[in-house]
């Protein structure tokens, strides 16, 4: 975890390693964070016998395993599980863990497949594409699946298109984007579709699906030209322009600035990459 925690608590020799977020926990401080901030995300896995043995022998806190094993046995609801942790440990506002319980409760009135809509659409929200794909294309895969609308299954589509192409990966994202026109007729997901030949520069595929969609030569050049537009945005400019800048400095006493500048640049467009491929 980035941010910076002050625990009171024991820190565990040995961390407890959520699965799906990719974290290792070594506090309740960092328990406590984690389900505050992501409220959202928790499910039934969350409630575990190896999360109780680490409460015990990690923090050395066995009345709270006890008790949450109780609720386990008891098939007690989430909400009151996640309550039992957050209550131990005096790390959060009262308003702090309000919310958070209020998030959970509300999960627990809603099905599954909404569950899972919803987790996917923040996951979404915070950039985090790698794991949206995965919760959509469960979504998708799943037998609730099969008695939604073909609207809402066609804007899931959408969706899975749109955290593809936002991973890069436009051959997969055209294929969402197509299977989500056929379903919500949204002429959004066709145009998005065809964005993604283009960034495949594939351009027979391109011309091959519009005119399958009867959108002729001038549809096809907007479209195009839409492109074009956000390639030459004011924050696209202004980064070309920068490069070009540093790019003229290689050469002369200035260079090792620039290439410090370039590398830096590059590390953050990494880092970034990196976060959205975050599970």
């Not at 024991?10 to 390693?17: D, G, Q, T």
């Not at 799943?142 to 436009?170: D, I, K, P």
């Not at 070009?244 to 200035?254: A, D, I, N, R």
Request: charged share 30%.
């Amino acid at each position: 975890m980035s941010e910076l925690l002050l625990c009171h608590e024991p820190i565990a020799s040995l961390p407890y390693y959520l699965e799906k977020a990719g974290v290792n926990l070594y506090s309740m401080e960092e328990l406590c964070f984690y389900i505050a901030g992501n409220a959202y995300l928790l499910d039934k896995s969350f409630m575990s016998e190896e999360l109780c043995t680490w409460v015990e022998k990690q923090m050395g806190l066995y009345k709270l395993a006890d008790r949450l094993r109780d609720i386990m046995r008891s098939k007690g609801l989430l909400s009151d599980f996640a309550e039992t942790i957050l209550r131990q440990t005096v790390y959060l506002e009262e308003a702090e863990i309000a919310q958070a319980l209020k998030t959970l409760r509300e999960m627990e009135e809603k099905s599954d497949f909404e569950c899972g809509k919803i987790r996917a659409d923040r996951l979404m929200e915070q950039d985090k594409y790698l794991g949206a794909v995965y919760e959509y294309k469960r979504l998708l895969d799943s037998e609730e699946a099969v008695g939604q609308n073909a609207l809402l299954l066609g804007n899931l589509w959408h969706n899975l298109g749109t955290a593809y192409a936002r991973l890069f990966l436009f051959e997969e994202a055209c294929d969402c984007y197509d299977r989500a026109y056929r379903l919500n007729q949204r002429g959004e997901s066709l145009r998005e579709c065809l964005m993604c030949y283009l960034l495949r520069q594939d351009e027979e595929g391109f011309v091959r699906v519009a005119e399958a969609n009867r959108i002729d030569e001038m549809g096809q050049l907007e479209i195009s030209n839409e492109l074009s537009l956000a390639a030459k945005s004011d924050e696209a400019q202004a980064l070309l322009s920068r490069l070009k800048v540093l790019g003229g400095k290689l050469e002369g006493p200035e260079r090792n600035e620039a290439k410090k500048a370039i590398h830096d640049l590059i590390f953050k467009w990494k880092e970034a990459y990196r976060r959205s491929c975050r599970v």
